[in-house]
């Protein structure tokens, strides 16, 4: 057996004959606040929303787009937007926002700001059990045959830590802000451009045309060397989709520009796949009376959410509904690299601001209930039988 090892040896020495060679780990791209995915390897930033992220599958894939259909008021919604702008802002990575309601700056001086570390940690550890304190009398102490019993788990939360956590009634500092390089769009401000043959609207087109030269310009689509490290290009679309866009889908039945906002997301998936960027685009989805074309948005979109908010509704004094400000409905969620997607455990989430922060859980009694109602079902089917 010593003999082919020398042989071996020798012949290294003298050059590689072998076709076998040693399997080394491929260089992913280092970018600040960015991580591989452990299901597809796909490229992950946060949203903002811890919770959010574990929903999704870990995070937002850079290349992708996230649709989020609005809730009723615009509140919450763009409470996501302002999260995810924040997490931007904190991890240095480039921004675009465009609006034709608000203005883009009036957007960015509404951010939430960061928590520290130690204040983060600290509110994590409000949420999990402390050990019991037997010498202090105001210790909450109870039967010892149910002190092993699990508790109830409804935060969602991935066991690594991954984003930042913020303070919603707090704004962000405007020396932290100032360091972020925005690229803004306000639709108002807009000269209007001849389209041509373009089946888009002028604001859709130069909007489109915008974050085209965004991404060229500053080099996210590699055709340009980038002056510093490698970065990532946030993109924030506020209200795609209503009027102040120039777009009917939320005035008619049947708009004249029914496919606008699709091919307009056709396009810009093109721009993203194509360049180390990733979109957030809300659209007023309950001005949309044609749910045919809602349909053809959400099939449109990598990642798409609804936000349901119970203000104004009856679900607000539902006793069901006490502890939490709306549910959160999952539409699609991204095959990337894969024939399947990242299932999440459960479809009853509901959202609600905790701490001043906005988190998503699961909604145990809508799940308790349904089980009760599933178990009835059965006890009919057996008594009928």
């Known amino acids: 057996m010593a003999a082919p090892v020398r042989c071996m040896a020798g012949s290294s020495s003298i050059g590689n004959t072998t076709s076998f060679q040693k399997k080394t780990r491929s260089k992913l791209v280092s970018i600040p606040g960015t991580r591989p995915s452990v299901q597809n390897g796909q490229l992950l930033l946060s949203s903002g929303v811890s919770s959010l992220d574990y929903v999704i599958g870990g995070g937002l894939a850079v290349g992708t787009l996230l649709l989020v259909e609005e809730d009723r008021y615009d509140s919450y919604s763009r409470m996501l937007l302002k999260y995810f702008l ?36 600290l509110k994590i550890s409000e949420g999990q059990p402390q050990p019991s304190d037997p010498e202090n009398p105001d210790t909450m102490k109870i039967a010892w045959r149910y002190q092993n019993q699990p508790r109830v788990q409804t935060a969602l939360a991935s066991s690594l830590r991954f984003g930042h956590y913020y303070d919603v009634s707090k704004t962000m500092e405007p020396e932290l802000q100032q360091k972020a390089k925005c690229h803004s769009f306000y639709q108002l401000q807009e000269t209007p451009v001849t389209t041509g043959s373009s089946p888009l609207p002028s604001p859709y087109h130069a909007l489109l045309k915008s974050i085209q030269t965004v991404i060229r310009k500053e080099g996210f689509d590699g055709s340009t060397a980038q002056s510093k490290a490698r970065n990532v290009l946030r993109l924030g679309l506020h209200s795609l989709g209503s009027a102040l866009w120039g777009d009917d889908v939320c005035c008619k039945d049947n708009p004249a520009h029914c496919h606008a906002l699709t091919t307009f997301l056709y396009a810009l998936r093109g721009l993203l796949r194509t360049s180390l960027s990733v979109a957030m685009v809300t659209v007023p989805s309950h001005l949309i009376q044609n749910r045919a074309v809602m349909g053809r948005i959400i099939r449109m979109s990598d990642t798409a959410i ?21 549910l959160l409905h999952v539409r699609q969620l991204p095959h990337l690299n894969s024939l399947s997607c990242e299932v999440p455990d459960t479809k009853d989430l509901a959202f609600k601001l905790k701490r001043k922060q906005f988190t998503i859980e699961v909604e145990r009694e809508r799940g308790v209930m349904r089980k009760i109602v599933i178990s009835k079902h059965s006890r009919i089917r057996t008594h009928a039988s």
Request: charged share 25%; with cysteine.
């Open 86 to 121: 924040a997490e931007g802002v904190v991890c240095g990575h480039e921004l675009f926002l465009a609006s034709a309601r608000d203005h883009p700056d009036e957007i960015m001086q509404e951010l939430p700001s960061p928590i520290m570390d130690e204040v983060a940690s």
């Open 306 to 326: 609804a936000l349901e908010s119970f203000r104004g509704s009856e679900n607000e004094t539902n006793p069901l509904y006490k502890d939490y400000h709306g």
